[in-house]
Nanobody
Framework: QVQLVESGGGLVQAGGSLRLSCAASGSISSINAMGWYRQAPGQRELVARIIFGGGTNYADSVKGRATISRDNAKNTVYLQMNSLKPEDTAVYYC?????????WGQGTQVTVSA
């Protein structure tokens, strides 16, 4: 089992920045990738993903504005988002991809005001 706790969401003005954190605990060694997803009214979509063996993926909508990173010592993955837009408003979820399946955090709200 893997437990995930997200933090860092909030209200920010358009053009501002936020850093989301996702702390993992439990069966850390079983994780092979982690990612951030978001859900506004509608489908949940990938924002960014980091593969522990190397490599990252970003949604086209955030390329150049988002950076996903990992602190191994803290078992934490970060999502730095800059130049935020109102359309970035959503609940952001952290996901851990492990050998036994995927695990989700509880989500953190990000609201970008115009």
């Amino acid at each position: 089992q893997v437990q995930l706790v997200e933090s860092g969401g909030g209200l920010v003005q358009a053009g501002g920045s936020l850093r989301l954190s996702c702390a993992a605990s439990g069966s850390i060694s079983s994780i092979n990738a982690m990612g951030w997803y978001r859900q506004a009214p509608g489908q949940r979509e990938l924002v960014a993903r980091i593969i522990f063996g190397g490599g990252t993926n970003y949604a086209d909508s955030v390329k150049g504005r988002a950076t996903i990173s990992r602190d191994n010592a803290k078992n934490t993955v970060y999502l730095q988002m800059n130049s935020l837009k109102p359309e970035d408003t959503a609940v952001y979820y952290c996901k851990a991809e492990a050998y036994r399946g995927g695990y989700w955090g509880q989500g953190t709200q990000v609201t970008v005001s115009a």
